[in-house]
T-cell receptor, first 113, second 112 residues
């Protein structure tokens, strides 16, 4: 079985400042890793995913995450946030040959002007 | 393509009432899922359907039943609603059970 820990439940940040959302996982087998974003009153949208290959993955809206196998982490970063990045962010992990997607508790990012 | 759609968007029930949450996807996906989202707990899997005609229990199946009506539709039924079932319910689908899951907009359920 795998589990996910998101180390921060709330992250307030000023517009144009950098942000990092921390995610650690535990699993006894190889995994796929995901970040989903949930904007206010909306469903979850896939932000980015790591399946294999380069350990640094990027999204189309400036987020990036790095898979660190030795530290079992998949932290999400953005160098300069916008008001529109205000949302809840979920880290998720799945074993490579299993359907079960395990989610972290979520991190709420609030961007202020 | 609409992706994954869910109805209703919001529902209020009294304890003991029943209702069915509907989910449909137009991406020709084989696998479908029902999750519930509660504050501070992320999403937890209720039921899963790997393909048409099959369903399996997830992490929190008690109090729920599901029907995979056809390849497109996967419904979740609460036979006798309880206040503990107040939550936001998300349906998701994926091409196969080991592919990326895509989520619907959710149904907010309040049980009084």
């Amino acid at each position: 079985a795998q589990s996910v820990t998101q180390l921060d439940s709330q992250v307030p940040v000023f517009e144009e400042a950098p942000v990092e959302l921390r995610c650690n996982y535990s699993s006894s087998v190889s995994v796929y890793l995901f970040w989903y974003v949930q904007y206010p009153n909306q469903g979850l949208q896939l932000l980015l995913k790591y399946l294999s290959g380069s350990t640094l993955v990027e999204s189309i809206n400036g987020f990036e995450a790095e898979f660190n196998k030795s530290q079992t982490s998949f932290h999400l970063r953005k160098p300069s946030v916008h008001i529109s990045d205000t949302a809840e962010y979920f880290c998720a992990v799945r074993s490579r040959n299993d359907y079960k997607l395990s989610f972290g508790a979520g991190t709420t990012v609030t961007v202020r002007a | 393509n609409a992706g994954v759609t869910q109805t209703p968007k919001f529902q209020v029930l009294k304890t003991g009432q029943s209702m069915t949450l509907q989910c449909a996807q137009d991406m020709n996906h084989n696998s479908m899922y029902w999750y519930r989202q509660d504050p501070g707990m992320g999403l937890r899997l209720i039921y899963y359907s790997a393909s048409e005609g099959t369903t399996d229990k997830g992490e929190v199946p008690n109090g729920y039943n599901v029907s995979r009506l056809n390849k497109r539709e996967f419904s979740l039924r609460l036979e006798s609603a309880a206040p503990s079932q107040t939550s936001v319910y998300f349906c998701a689908s994926s091409l196969t059970s080991v592919e990326t899951q895509y989520f619907g907009p959710g149904t907010r359920l309040l049980v009084l």
